[in-house]
């Protein structure tokens, strides 16, 4: 049974940083397509970030300069290193794993259940 785990979320205040973890389970992601995907209250999923299996990445203008994405494989995790939040960025923020990288952005064959970051002004 394939799992994406994610944690790191909370509660912090503008300015603040987080880094949130994605571990996965039930098979091997080595070669997938890893990527977090955000959801804020009232508003449809929102792509952030995504990282292949050679460790190229691609960044939502929203997020480029603030955020970094990486991987371990040898963990089977996926991190990403959120600086500068302000509350534009509060959202329910997702883990993502697709075989081959979605065109739209947030198309991913498996997802993890999501952590709430919530950032105060």
């Known amino acids: 049974q394939v799992q994406l785990v994610e944690s790191g979320g909370g509660l912090v205040q503008a300015g603040a940083a987080l880094r949130l973890s994605c571990t996965a389970s039930?098979?091997?992601?080595?070669?997938?397509?890893m990527g977090w995907v955000r959801q804020g209250p009232g508003k449809e999923r929102e792509f952030v970030a995504r990282?292949?299996?050679?460790?190229?990445?691609y960044y939502a203008d929203s997020v480029k300069g603030r955020f970094t994405i990486s991987r371990d494989n040898a963990k089977n995790t996926v991190y990403l290193q959120m600086d500068s939040l302000n509350p534009e960025d509060t959202a329910v923020y997702y883990c993502?794993?697709?075989?081959?990288?979605?065109?739209?952005?947030?198309?991913?064959?498996?997802w993890g259940q999501g952590t709430q970051v919530t950032v105060s002004s």
């Open positions: 993502a794993a697709a075989k081959v990288t979605p065109a739209d952005d947030i198309g991913y064959d498996y």
């Open positions: 039930g098979r091997t992601f080595t070669t997938y397509t």
């Open positions: 990282i292949a299996w050679l460790r190229s990445t």
